[in-house]
Nanobody, 122 residues
């Protein structure tokens, strides 16, 4: 299973950005998806997860600013990021697992997309 993350870029403080996670050969509706990010020199950090039933879970660092959603017709999961801050600068990854529950530990996910870089300037 190959996931594809896209939509990264350079934005300014307070701007918004939407990331997408898609897959060409599997139905993402059958996977629990997580978004992670990793800044240089730091560990990969869980930021949000969405179950097959679209229950969502957010890390405190992004709660109220980021929103995850599914569009099963487009086989895509989105991460809407608002009111962005310089500390949001990182490579962002989407990951999938067949289990029903969201996990915050990267090793619990079986499938990963390539990272997409997000840079927030002040």
């Amino acid at each position: 299973v190959q996931l594809q993350a896209s939509g990264g870029g350079l934005v300014q403080l307070g701007d918004s950005l939407r990331l997408s996670c898609g897959a060409s050969e599997v139905a993402l509706s059958t996977y629990t998806l997580g978004w992670f990010r990793q800044a240089p020199g730091k560990e990969r950090e869980f930021i949000v997860g969405i179950t097959r039933a679209a229950f969502t879970y957010y890390a405190d660092s992004v709660k109220g600013r980021f929103t995850v959603s599914r569009d099963n017709a487009k086989n895509t999961v989105y991460l809407e990021m608002n009111n962005m801050k310089p500390e949001d600068t990182a490579s962002y990854y989407c990951a999938g697992r067949k289990a029903f529950v969201v996990e915050s530990t990267p090793s619990k996910y079986d499938y990963w997309g390539q990272g997409t870089q997000v840079t927030v300037s002040s």
